[in-house]
Structure formats: C-alpha cells, structure tokens
C-alpha cells in the first residue's frame, strides 16, 4: 500500500515514466474533481474509475478484502476515509467473489495499519493486499471519492 498527495505523483519514482500510471493518476488530477457521480472508462476493459459518496461503515459493516488481479486506486475529493490493512497470512479467508475479483477474509479485533485517506491524498492498494476501505476519521463524518480500477496486466 502506498499513500501520498496527488499532486506530488510526478515525483514519485517510476509513476510518471509509465504511460498507464501516468494516464491514470493525470485523470485523478484533472477530471475527477470536476467528474459526476458515475462509472468512468479509462481505456482497456476492467480500467475503469467509479466517483461517489457515502457515510463512513463501522467495522462491523466494512468488508475486509483483496483482489488478485486488480489495483485500486483510492483518491478522496473531499471529505475522509480510513483504510485499514493487514497481512493474508494472518487472516482466514471465507469466500471468493468473481463478480467484484475479490478474496473477503474474517476480520480481526483491529488490522495493524490505518491511513487516515484525506482530501487530496491517493492510497494505491496493489493486488493481494487486504484492506478494508470507507472507516471513520476523527473529524469526518462522510468522503466523497474516486477508486480506479487498474487491471495489474495493463502494466
């Protein structure tokens, strides 16, 4: 998982030199702000960016989840998020869903990382990595956000 401000995705090393990174985060900088809610198609079948809102889950309600051949991208435009992750090898798995190429496991008492996802910031989440997305902030009650959907073999 790697989390930083959008607007400093240029410097980060090898992002900017690959044209699928490169479209991608230059959509988050220069179309999502201004994007409806709705489904975006970026260019190859499975990369798509999906704008919306909601209230922040409890735990309870939040699922704990990886995907093996996606990577998400999480930007919030305003408002936050928590992310929580974890290592697989420490969780069980339940159930697998093609629908949403998703692994979903049984969560624990707490997951040993927390990013507080504000406004502007990007949290890339690449395959196998779980996580558990739409968390309360202190201060924050809801988050309006984009999650790109990046097949891992565009890259």
Request: proline share 6%; glycine share 8%; aromatic share 8%.
């Amino acid at each position: 998982m790697i989390t930083f401000k959008l607007s400093d995705w240029r410097t980060i090393p090898g992002l900017a030199a690959n044209p699928v990174w490169a479209k991608t985060l230059a959509w988050l900088e220069t179309e999502a702000p201004k994007a409806a809610e709705g489904m975006y198609n970026l260019g190859a079948e499975g990369w798509s960016a999906r704008v919306f809102g909601y209230s922040h889950r409890s735990r309870e309600r939040a699922a704990l989840e990886s995907h093996r051949h996606t990577i998400d991208l999480h930007l919030t435009l305003d408002g936050a998020e928590g992310i929580e992750s974890d290592l697989p090898e420490r969780l069980v798995k339940t159930t697998y869903s093609v629908e949403n190429e998703a692994d979903y496991y049984e969560k624990p008492a707490a997951c040993p990382t927390f990013v507080a996802n504000l406004k502007g910031m990007v949290t890339i989440i690449l395959p196998g990595e779980v996580h558990m997305t739409g968390l309360a902030v202190p201060g924050f009650t809801q988050v309006r956000k984009v999650v790109v959907k990046l097949p891992a073999k565009l890259l």
